[in-house]
T-cell receptor, first 111, second 117 residues
Framework: LAKTTQPISMDSYEGQEVNITCSHN???????ITWYQQFPSQGPRFIIQ???TKVTNEVASLFIPADRKSSTLSLPRVSLSDTAVYYC????????????FGGGTRVLVKP | GAGVSQSPSNKVTEKGKDVELRCDPI?????LYWYRQSLGQGLEFLIY????????KSGLPSDRFSAERTGGSVSTLTIQRTQQEDSAVYLC???????????????FGSGTRLTVV
């Protein structure tokens, strides 16, 4: 399984854009990049998934360079409620592969 | 249901007792996963079900832990002779797989907070 490395924590302010970069140097051809968000006392919530280039949904954007050895989750105009732990995962395409969670990035949004 | 439902939400038990944790996945989701999360820690994989079978039990920490899934739906995680180190939040997730084997986002429940005293 491809190992991921991401910052332990990040601070931001309301209204700012937050970018979290994750390294996954040994990502395999069939692996997807997936991000989850976890609030205290809740299970992780799927945010976005991508394979290459850029993916955007109503919550975030995911930027993946051509070599796919890293990815950046972008949260536009964060609010206090975006304070959470964000996990970057590399997920094999094949069915049945468990998600392997690292330590995640603890994002604190300040007023 | 609309989401993954877990019960109970909180469980306090005495050391040495057995506990059963229940997970009701999203209807139609064929894959079901159990994880646990200790205070302030990341998620630790326990077991994976595809239908009623468990092709991956590699994360179960000891033979005190077991799980089953019936009817391709509800799953029960049983911990026998609980120990204080079993205290954690136990999370269940389910996922839908396409015929091509592509997995989509996993949906997690809110977990069961187990405290062994």
């Amino acid at each position: 399984l491809a190992k991921t490395t991401q910052p332990i924590s990040m601070d931001s302010y309301e209204g700012q854009e937050v970018n979290i970069t994750c390294s996954h140097n040994n990502i395999a051809t069939n692996d997807y990049i997936t991000w989850y968000q976890q609030f205290p006392s809740q299970g992780p919530r799927f945010i976005i998934q991508g394979y290459k280039t850029k993916v955007t949904n109503e919550v975030a954007s995911l930027f993946i360079p051509a070599d796919r050895k890293s990815s950046t989750l972008s949260l536009p105009r964060v609010s206090l409620s975006d304070t959470a732990v964000y996990y970057c995962l590399v997920v094999p395409k094949a069915a049945g592969n468990k998600l392997t969670f690292g330590g995640g990035t603890r994002v604190l949004v300040k007023p | 249901g609309a989401g993954v439902s877990q019960s109970p939400s909180n469980k306090v038990t005495e050391k040495g007792k057995d506990v059963e944790l229940r997970c009701d996945p999203i209807s139609g989701h064929t894959a079901l996963y159990w994880y646990r999360q200790s205070l302030g820690q990341g998620l630790e994989f326990l077991i994976y079900f595809q239908g009623n079978s468990a092709p991956d039990k590699s994360g179960l920490p000891s033979d005190r832990f077991s799980a089953e899934r019936t009817g391709g739906s509800v799953s029960t995680l049983t911990i026998q002779r609980t120990q204080q180190e079993d205290s954690a939040v136990y999370l269940c997730a389910s996922s839908l797989y396409t015929l091509q084997g592509r997995s989509y986002g996993y949906t997690f429940g809110s977990g069961t907070r187990l405290t062994v005293v």
